[in-house]
């Protein structure tokens, strides 16, 4: 009998979104991190947004997006994963429209499109911020507004025994482990300082650095992770803005819409 050799499995696929949308979605929708502590302070954030054009970078099944929705924005969405975006669908039905973008390539939206962008837990999954933010700024309006959340970097900095060099971009990876299996993930961690700097190389004027509590309904529902993450950040928030008479890219100067 002719001995075939045994072919190892290939490994899994990192941040293969495509590969755990349902589980990811199904995580997201209510765990205390997500439901209770990131998309409540992005929404605060947020403040009024009746009207306002908002693009939701990286809106994955859609939670922030419907959330926005449904306090008077007209959203738009746009994600690298086919997965996350056919459960957006789902979520959102026709009434929000929806991109299969890369937030690395160029966006395909005109300049000035939008009032506001949220970018909820993504730039942590790219090393060069650069591209992706003078994007971002493109498609905003003079005094228009990015809303962004990211791993916060201290805490990103404890990943790893020995510690890595803080003030240097390096990636990390580790293990997710929600609905019953386990998926390798891969982030980008910078020092606080890279981060801003990334914002004003784009143009951006910083508004706010934020450090929220979680929501007090949390309290009730995870005692023991509410007060760890009350002591503890894990995220941090951005609000940064575009200048109010910004120079448009063909080199004119555009005064903020009223």
Known sequence: MEHVAEVPESPARVNDYDGFAEAYSVENENSLVNAYYERPAMLALAGDVTGRRILDAGCGSGPLSAALRDRGAIVTGVDVSAGMLALARRRLGDGVALHAVDLRDRLPFADGAFDDVVASLVLHYLEDWGPTLAELRRVLRPGGRL???????????????????????????????????????????????????????????????????????????????????????????????????ATAPDGNLRPARS
């Open 147 to 245: 809303i962004a959340s990211v791993d916060h970097p201290f805490v990103a900095y404890t990943i790893q025994d020995p510690r890595p060099d803080y003030f240097a971009t390096t990636d990390y990876t580790f293990d997710w482990t929600f609905g019953g299996r386990t998926v390798p993930m891969r982030f980008w961690r910078k020092p606080l300082h890279a981060m801003t700097d990334a914002f004003t190389t784009a143009g951006f004027r910083l508004g706010v650095i934020g450090e929220p509590q979680p929501d007090p309904a949390a309290r009730e529902l995870f005692p023991d992770g509410f007060h760890e993450l009350s002591r503890r950040p894990v995220f941090l928030f951005f609000v940064v803005e575009v200048p109010p008479s």
